[in-house]
DNA sequence: TAAAATTTGTACGTATGTATC
DNA sequence: CGATACATACGTACAAATTTT
């Protein structure tokens, strides 16, 4: 009933936060951060505080920083060590299933949410982020930091701030579940490109159905990867409701 | 960009946990926590920094501590002040409309799935939550917090730790937006408790349409609250796919 | 060439909260 | 229950570096 308290500390906060910035490609590399004192009022915290996050990144090579006007923070890396984040969170092998079932419950509603009101600024962000995928094809932690990308673009589409954090949310456990051997090889890669660019050509076009089928294609996939991958721990099928209508009923086949 | 840090510090943290336990149900009026040092193992915390949180929550009336053998923190009132749980994060007025338009996106299927795999012992604990709700309904906080409690078993029928945790966040979104005036009186609250009974037999049914129309009667009777006590924040209109069939395109009358 | 402006780098005292005994 | 020890965060002041003027 009741767990482990873990709190974090202040500048573990801060590190996140800029941490994520990075991540979801709202700095990107060249980028330069707000000046420490300027950034440090931002965040509500002292600059000493900030400076330790901003110590840790350094050290870590994701950023470098220039003492000298205008100078500063600048973004070196876009990819961040998982070691710095340090999640004390691990998902059982049983949640993982989980996790994909979330999905289907959640995700193709916001992506048809992402046709009707995502703006073309919107569409554009998406499809750098494949373009970027495409480029980085062969590294794979790159591609699956870029596919988190890619679908927090979809929920930032919406033009929703519940559904936006209720889709960081799903998307960390998502991270958490790829550390659990959720992961296909180059292979897998280059088909989750093709599928992306059919979600984000059905989202363009608003056409609720084709964004259904799109997600499903989507969600499909990586189920059948969590059960070849992992074997044993199986996955509830997904009821009717939850797939598009084209599919449901005797129709199904797989 | 970067928003205020805020950390929680150890003891909030444990009030917290034992707050949310009592708010969820799982600890009932006269029931007895775990002693000190047991319940300080298990949250991993020193034992006076647990009695912090006990002695706040002990001083609010919330828990009784009674000092003998077989004694220890008994549970005295279910409610628990708003003001021990100090939320700093405030909802903008726009936003509230979009925690609705998340419900829509997220809990038909959430009832969906508890229809599919929830077990005899969740429908007993929606039964007496739905109990409890007509036996205080003149008591409106209570009301609310009951309600509360019924949405969170939806979640725990699914039986998927991962969509429990979605719904508690848009749980905890929606009572932000209560605060900021959604929120009917007494007549609204008897009309709540008839859509709770029929959202729990569509759910016990296993009739996903069913599930789906008493879910879209239970959002459209929020919605239009909101719409009414609000006033100038008008509601994105649910778009169709985010509506039960029987309700889409031409049939649609509201 | 030199001074000014801007930004990071460093240091210290204090306050608060947590863990240990 | 109280007292002590320790870690973390804050505020402030000043030093150092480098580009701009």
Known sequence: M????RTRSTFEEAL???ADAIRAGDLRAGDRLPSERILAAQMAISRPTLREAIKLLSDAGVLEVKPAPGGGAFVRSELVPSNLLEERSK???SEVSGVLEARRAFEPRVAQLAGLYGTEADFEAMRRTIALQRQHANDRERCLQLDLRFHIWIARATHNSTIVAMMRFLLHQLELAWDMGLRGGPEETRWAIAIHERTLAGIVSGDPEAIDAAMD???SFLERIWEEES???RLRKPPDFLLPHAQRSVLRSS
């Open 2 to 5: 009741f767990t482990p308290v």
């Open 16 to 18: 996140r936060q800029i």
């Open 91 to 93: 998902l059982r092998i």
């Open 217 to 219: 294609e989507h969600l």
């Open 231 to 233: 074997g044993r721990a």
